[in-house]
């Protein structure tokens, strides 16, 4: 096996560098010893078997802090089939992929790379990194405080120590310029380069974007229907509530065809196919060494009543008390803002003019510490709930995430709509907040880290004399540029972002029906800024499978159903309807009743849309039909094999009572 | 083979009869002769495989139209592999049953016949039976009307031409003794013999009984707590609310936990395993022959667009063409009953007096009548719906009938509650409603078919002198007597009372918290009663699979919804909730926003609780991890049968571009 033992002897063979493993400077060299032999180490003595190597820096210092790894082409593969992979069988159907019958599988052939994508073998690695565990280590060699159990994972505990910087996937730049240009180098419009996507960056990535893309060509009728309303000014009651109805009836087709749309992706790309019940433990995840129950392999092993306990007697209280807080300092804000306004005119000056800026000022300083802080906390707590998968840790830290948010954002348009009443207030800031979120969101998100990002590309390209723009950097230094790139931290910012969106377009789009539009102009740029974040800010993320876009959906869902109560409760103190009903009551109970009446109206039509179309339902079908054959089969062959020749006779055999019953 | 040719051969060889087969008295010799071909010939040539024996009668008429059905041990056992029965496996999971390695099931020995219960193996006749389908044949032998085409059910054109009477399961003495013993047999209070009960009767039924016992005791704290509310008469109103909201909450938990108590019992029963979608067409289905997409075999076949036109522009309207009726005549009786009120404070005379009666009894009179025409119309229209499974078949029926019957029972109540807001007379009408129908099903469904069928037992018994009570007829006679028993038509009706009792509890629980202990009282009748049906009465029903309540659960989940609504409502327009507010938009904004802190409650509850128990997902999770793993197995297998063996080297080739990277 062409396998490197130890660091000190120079590398002779070569690999494709996948991921790059960045340690602190002064890591102890028996750590490093330790590690690499674990991460070279044979599969059955519970290494990875994977190729490692140091960067070797020009500028001649061998610190050794950074490290390429890669992996045999049969590793790879092996591993492909480790992870579950799915991938398309010779009749058209997605299967999970094995290695024994690999020739068995549409674009494998012996020689064809492109059979696993990179992206696929950078995951491929990082869950076989991650997924190095302690055997019978009770630490890391060199660091006494940083202790080690049986099961613990590795690398974790190399980061909670400060030991492990980071490791991250390399880019591809011929591949990354080759998607660059379909994606946003163009200026014509035309549909995202969705499955390119899906290909250079993983599946949840791609998800988000088709979900980005298809959002915003949904938003078109809406937009459509609500221009008159804006140009026109028109401000009758009953074209208002029909506008509203629409809005939410569409919304809701909308959302459940994207459950069809997202199917007929994520079967292509086969995490359809691909079981989530036998995804491995997250690498956080802790707890005594025992046998899994369903797989029958070691794993930690964690009680469910545990985590439970944790989420409902720690986790739930606090996020409602942070709710409360929440509240509490928007109601703080409104008195200020009272008196703020008392004050101005009593004073009538120029001071007391600015000084109406204040609370507003003040607000939005305060939410966003509160965001960060809870954000922070919310991450704490999700981790100290010990989950076992990495999809249910991310729907926690989500469902948390995002009802602080909520709170955050719509809390104060609430407050507005529904104790002040004021419905010009209400659009106003409506339009500020819609308008000022979307575009401090780009700036910050992506043109201000983009420009830092070449200033500091100039940099090092002025450091090595490479003068012209076009010329690449040579291979160590792009992988120190790479490296120092930030960290895109998963598709939660983007999706929230999203998801506050979809807030200020349904939840008051009978007071603001303009907001659909905003949304789409936002949307277009937010590819254009999307693209340019992924490709040329951060450091090309690890890709994640996927087969839906998880707690999203739900999130969405619900927002639907708010977004019908919210609609309502306008419609029902606008001054219009007011003046048609003289009973107050009356109105109210309408009201509520229209509210019922829509709400009942999409629990049918979510119910009546299936969730996966017909053609891929019965792809799944077959897939599942032969699964129980060939297990049947198997079942039959292992009878066969351990059964002694049985006299065959016997089976014809009478049953007992026969005779008592007939004569 | 031991089989049967032709029937007028006389029979020598005995088997153990379980089914039994009604012709028509004067149906043709060719079509009888055609029929027992079609039943004894071998599978591959599209027969069933079955033994068939014409019931030889004392009277010594030989018209044989009664024919008794069984099969060898061995057909059984490979009908048991065929209809995906599930047994237990040798290591205590549940598995599909396979006849090549039967011997690996936790019971099976060779001279264990109870290894298939009666119950399974006539369920495997029944369906074997259903699903011979016409080959060639263009219509049935002997009647030119009677059209086949490749494909049709024979059994269904059968019965359809009139040729067929009826087929059904024998029942088997010496078990329904032991069955009934401990079921209704003894008066001590104890548990239903829910696993016998299954046992004997098979799934739905079973799962029928303990849903009834479930509910019978989740009914309990319900029922002690509205005790003192009764007793002690209070109209507090916050002691409503409170009870209310108990009720309700409870309600949504109760029906949780008998998600996962039912996947329990569908695990041990084998149903939960078993995979629905594999299910064969039900026998009614009709289409064109084709290949079912997931399993390859000759079936029938239906666009789903067809049904779905029809359900949506046909089905659709005439249900909700239905339900204005039914209100309108709901309508016509409050005019009448207000009319006949005036008339008697006009007359004051004893006949217009008992007129006061008279829209009553209309009333009653026309939704009975109403409620016939429906269900005949409803299943009409599901069959012509041409559903491909019995279980969808099933559900489409039961959301018909049932929206039809939730009118018709609640709506008066609805229209004295919310109309009319009169809570004496609602509270009369419901007590009065709920005992009436109480009685009235108990009477009309057990005691009175009960003493019919003693009466008829008692003139078969007078009729083959058979004087001792306890002596057993003989078995030509038992069958005879069984065979002119009424028909079991499925647990819908049971459900549909417990249903419908549910709505008398939970919709007005805050009005009349007696109900409960009502609706308990009912039940432990109903424990009697509905054995006393099931054992003595009825027809044995054939055995069917379910590992759920079905659409039931969702009806009652949805009734859970509604009841927030009422009660809600009810409280929001109780005279002690008005004397609280002085202004009456104030309290139904109190009101709706209890509403929906309720509704959102439920829904926390509902989707925080896992609808299957931990150890049984585990094991699910097992049996599918076996068998995707058994598949990968089979594929190397394959692959390793059906390539060359290949240059083990080349696997170790290095990545192509590696060069161009690492230097």
Known sequence: MNRKGSVSQEAEFTFTPLVVLELAKDTHKDTKEWLIQRITDKKNVGGAQLYIKPLEMDDGLKTHNMYIIGASWRRLLLGAEAVCLVKEYQDGSMRAFTYLNKEQYKEFTDDNEDFLTMAECQYIIKRELENLRAIDETMIPGYAQAKLYPGKSIFRRLQTSGILIQYFPLHNRGELKKLTLNWYGRIKPAFLPIDSIQHYFGDSIGLYFAFLEYLTVALFPIALIGMPYYLFTWEDYDKYVLFASFNLIWSTIVLEFWKRGCAKLSYKWGTLVKKRKFEEPRPGFHGKLGINPATGRKEPTYPTYKRQLRIYFVSVPFVCLCLYFSLHVMMIYFRMENWALAFHQEEQTSISAFMLYGPSILYAVVIEIMNRIYRYVAEYLTSWENHRLESSHQNHLVLKVLVFNFTNCFSSLFYIAFVLQDMKLLRQSLATLLIASQILNQVVESFLPYCLQKRRNRKVKQKFQVSRV???????????????????????????????????????????????????????????????????????????????????????????????????????????????????????????????ILLVLKFIVAFSIPDIPTDIRNKLFRLEFESLEALKQQQMKQAEESLPEKKKGLEERKRKSSKDFVK
């Open 470 to 596: 076009e010329k690449e950097l040579p291979f160590v230094q792009q992988v120190k540029l790479e490296g120092e790139m930030d960290t895109y931290l998963g598709t939660f910012d983007d999706y929230l972002e999203l998801f506050l969106q979809f807030g200020y377009v349904s939840l008051f789009s009978c007071v603001y029906p303009l907001a659909a539009i905003l949304a789409i102009l936002n949307n277009i740029t937010e590819v254009y800024s999307d693209g340019l974040k992924m490709c040329r800010v951060f450091k090309r993320p690890f890709s994640e499978p996927a087969s839906d876009i998880g707690v999203w959906q739900l999130a969405f869902e619900t927002m639907g159903v708010i977004a019908v109560i919210t609609n309502c409760g306008l419609i029902g103190i606008s001054p219009q309807a007011r003046s048609f009903f003289e009973n107050s009551t009356e109105l109210v109970l309408l009201v509520v009743a229209v509210e019922h």
